[in-house]
């Protein structure tokens, strides 16, 4: 059976920076950072007293919920997913039928952690004895396919309507996977993204591990140092993106604006072995990600123009460096232009993957790359591997045709799509 | 009494009308969910607001009777009476 071609039609975002596509471009373009300090976490003692929260007003909810979804309400995951979801579908030009569902389109948003401050309002009233009082709808603000189970009433999906979880490669692996799907014919369009809680409840872990930098509490915005010398830590952050993808054929006959194609991608896993383990990636498996989604995209390592890196800010921004040099045998000037979005939004965990995904077909779509902020000093070890004139500092108009973007998370998972300007 | 419970339990019911129900149409002889089409699993959150709202408690088995509006307020009534 022929392959089908996948492109992308549509966008949403909710992001730490802007909310909406527009908002995001240009925070994009102006590399406008979206973190925060937050009384909560300094009143709750927190190490890491920042992090990225998109700022949602109460008319972005009423655009996208009704007065009766909204009564006692408190899943921020679902909140920033819906936003981003309908917003896409808005986007691809999609309208929604009230009384037919579409078998033709479906959904994958992914989750890492979904309806935190819902589920710790129902274990106080549970632990006060008074779980009749949860109301009718606590399971489907924290079941983790809350998100899908949302989008796919609110568009009438019905196709394949899921939730994967994947920790940070969530996002990435969500369109990987929708992707697949439409290639094998099994979908027309699927709505692909995904959605992260955030706050101190989701936080809390990571400050735990003492992995988020503790001295920018005064400082927020100049915290999230990818590649630099100085990077202490990733900054947490959470929100949602969106994309639809769809087949070329079905894109081409309803006349929609296209931002890309996605000529492939893969998934793996390092099993924990080697080099990695529960936090930390095997590099093996990392460059055979690598390597392997050129080879189903059918491209060499030479051809890749930009790289939307996971780089987080820790320490182990230069390993991934190292990786994508190994992986692509390209180094020095020789290697393709490289950015991070998490400077500007921090790292949106299981969000970060579609956020990013949506700010590389922004790039690729309007021919720029957006800066690396807060990088000073590009860490010592990077630039033993690659020159300094391939990580932009500022805004960067580019011709080119094909960005690499790839996610790494616990779990030793990773996640590495290629898309190409069309 | 029940001049007094009946705005009070059609406020309670308004928002949880489809929006293409009128809160026009709530009416003593309403069913809740046949006639107003609220989705039934909305009627535990009308027993939440309405214990709220009267300071009273419904039992699990007494949901039965809170099918239509005039039977709600029956209800309301009676728990009111021997509380």
């Known amino acids: ?422 | 009494m029940s001049q007094d419970i009946y705005p009070k339990l059609k406020e309670i019911i308004k928002p949880y009308l489809p929006e293409d129900v009128n809160p026009d149409a709530i009416s003593p002889e309403s069913h809740l969910v046949t006639d107003l089409n609220i989705n039934s699993t909305h009627l535990v959150d009308i027993v939440l607001d309405v214990e709220d709202a009267f300071d009273i408690t419904i039992e699990d088995d007494e949901l039965d009777n809170m099918e239509t509006v005039t039977a709600s307020i029956a209800l309301i009534e009676q728990k009111l009476a021997t509380r």
């Open chain 1, 1 to 422: 059976m022929q392959n089908h071609r996948v492109v992308v039609t549509g966008l949403g975002v909710c992001s730490p920076n802007g909310v909406g596509v527009p908002a995001f471009k240009e925070a994009l373009e102006n590399g406008k950072s979206g973190i925060r300090f937050y009384r909560e976490l300094e009143k709750l003692k927190f190490s890491c007293q920042i992090g990225g929260m998109p700022l949602i007003s109460e008319a972005v909810k009423a655009k996208y919920f009704t007065p009766l979804q909204l009564r006692n309400f408190n899943a921020a995951g679902i909140l920033y997913g819906v936003a981003a979801g309908v917003e896409a579908w808005q986007d691809a030009g999609l309208a929604v039928d009230d009384e037919q569902c579409d078998f033709e389109s479906g959904t994958i948003f992914g989750v890492g952690t979904l309806g935190v401050d819902k589920y710790r309002e129902s274990i106080y009233k549970v632990d006060e004895g008074n779980t009749r009082r949860l109301g009718s709808t606590s399971v489907q603000q924290t079941m983790s396919s809350g998100v899908s189970a949302y989008l796919g009433g609110m568009l009438g999906l019905g196709n394949l309507v899921t939730t994967n979880s994947s920790a940070c490669t969530t996002g990435t692996e969500a369109i990987f996977m929708a992707y697949e799907r439409i290639k094998a014919g099994k979908a027309t369009r699927m709505l692909a993204g995904s959605t992260s809680d955030g706050g101190p409840y989701v936080w809390c872990g990571f400050d735990a591990l003492r992995i988020l930098p503790s001295k920018y509490n005064d400082n927020p915005t100049q915290a999230s140092r990818p590649m630099d010398a100085h990077a202490s830590g990733f900054v947490p952050g959470c929100g949602a993106g969106a994309l639809v993808l769809e087949t070329l054929e079905s894109a081409q006959k309803r006349g929609a604006t296209i931002y890309a194609e996605i000529l492939g991608g893969h998934s793996n896993s390092g099993g924990q072995r080697q080099e990695g383990s529960m936090t930390a990636p095997n590099p093996v498996a990392v460059k055979r990600c690598i390597t392997a989604a050129l080879s189903d995209s059918g491209i060499a390592a030479s051809q890749i123009d930009v790289i939307n890196g996971h780089l987080t800010a820790t320490a182990k921004d230069d390993l991934e460096i190292q990786n994508w040099s190994e992986a692509l045998g390209r180094s020095g000037v020789d290697f393709p232009y490289i950015n991070s979005l998490k400077g500007m939004t921090g790292h949106c965990l299981a969000a970060s993957g579609s956020i990013e995904c949506v700010a590389s077909v922004l790039e690729l779509k309007h021919q720029f790359l957006f800066p690396n902020i807060n990088l000073q000093n590009v860490h010592p070890e990077i630039e033993k591997v690659i020159s300094t004139s391939r990580i932009p500092t500022q805004k960067t108009d580019l011709n080119f045709n094909i960005l690499a973007k790839a996610s790494f998370g616990f779990g030793d998972v990773n996640c590495c799509l290629i898309f190409s300007k069309i």
